[in-house]
């Protein structure tokens, strides 16, 4: 019996030459065990389509494991993707399972093989009447105005907005626009309206977001993202280093970090740090220790990052105290 890495059957919007512009997995499995394996052995390996009959009863043979009942009122043909392995990504349809993979908290962000994403997701019109193609969008407002209907332009990207195709349970998002399919929110997690996720990042939650977190980072529990903060991610600049936030840290609002940080840090309001910054350490009683570039305190615990507000000199001291967050804006049952 061959090996499943991931499967799944979903709907797909096409545009009028048949191209696929985005899927819709409700169900995905990743890893799935013996007796979905061989049922799901059924179909070839990549992106193929799949009759709702022959789905049905794919469906019924996995007590119903593949997707709901309701994906069998499509009146189209549905397609079904099965990764042998996780190789770089092929087609859209793809690179659509991967994104629900993570959004559906099956994975971790930075844990999938995400090669050949953006050539394979089309840059499309989102609209209240779903995906458009660019080139078909003056046609199809044209189009809408003749009917009596407004046709709204939300964005033009190639990612959609991450509650228009999963809604993960125990969440808050004051804005959804600002979440991207693909992103992982972790329960008790809150976003505000200037809180931004990127894909493949996240939070592992309960944690308060109000600033951004960047593709590739991802922010762990109790961590708190103050107004308009910010955390780089690896897709600009060429960088490399993935950013992670440990437990119980505080970003202030307007402050940002360029590197991992370990549990129970600080950054003070409007101070960014990157690698390249000189940082000078203390001790408790306020002593210099040494001056470093903040690249070398990489993945630290307890750090807490000040300026002197008279010379504009990083500080970095011992912080003992965890931050604590309001258990109360976390409680989203």
Excluded at 13 to 32: E, M, R, W
Excluded at 192 to 202: L, R, S, T, Y
Excluded at 300 to 315: P, Y
Aim: proline share 4%.
């Amino acid at each position: 019996m061959s090996e499943v890495f991931a499967f799944g059957v979903g709907h797909a919007n096409y545009s009028a030459t048949g191209k696929v512009l985005d899927c819709f997995f409700a169900q995905p499995v990743i890893h799935p065990d013996k007796d979905f394996v061989a049922v799901v052995n059924r179909f070839p390996n990549g992106t193929s389509e799949i009759t709702t009959d022959a789905a049905a009863a794919a469906n019924q043979a996995t007590g119903g494991r593949l997707f709901p009942d309701a994906l069998l009122e499509a009146d189209q043909p549905l397609v079904v993707v099965k990764l042998a392995t996780d190789g770089a990504i092929t087609d859209t349809a793809q690179a659509y399972l991967k994104l629900h993979l993570l959004s559906h908290r099956l994975t971790l962000p930075n844990t999938l093989n995400l090669d050949g994403i953006f050539a394979h997701l089309p840059n499309l019109a989102w609209t209240s009447q779903g995906p458009v193609e660019l080139e078909s969008l003056t046609e199809q407002i044209l189009k809408s105005r003749l009917q009596g209907r407004h046709l709204e332009v939300m964005s033009l990207d190639k990612f959609p907005k991450m509650v228009n195709y999963v809604m993960p349970t125990g969440v808050r998002i004051a804005d959804a626009s600002r979440i991207r399919l693909g992103a992982y929110l972790g329960e008790g997690t809150t976003v505000m309206h200037e809180g931004f996720v990127n894909f493949n990042a996240g939070a592992m939650g309960p944690n308060m977001v109000e600033g951004r977190i960047s593709q590739g980072v991802i922010i762990d529990s109790d961590t708190d993202l103050g107004g308009s903060s910010s955390t780089m991610g690896t897709l600009s600049g060429g960088g490399e280093i993935t950013i992670r936030i440990g437990k119980s840290c505080l970003i202030g609002a307007n402050a940002g970090t360029g590197i991992p940080l370990g549990d129970r840090c600080t950054i003070e309001a409007g101070l960014y740090i990157t690698a390249g910054t000189v940082v000078t350490v203390q001790d408790e009683d306020g002593k210099t220790l040494q001056n470093i570039k903040a690249r070398d305190l990489a993945g630290a615990s307890d750090l807490l990052f000040i300026r002197n507000s008279q010379t504009g000199q990083v500080l970095c001291r011992t912080n003992r105290q965890a931050i604590a967050l309001n258990k109360n804006l976390h409680a989203h049952n």
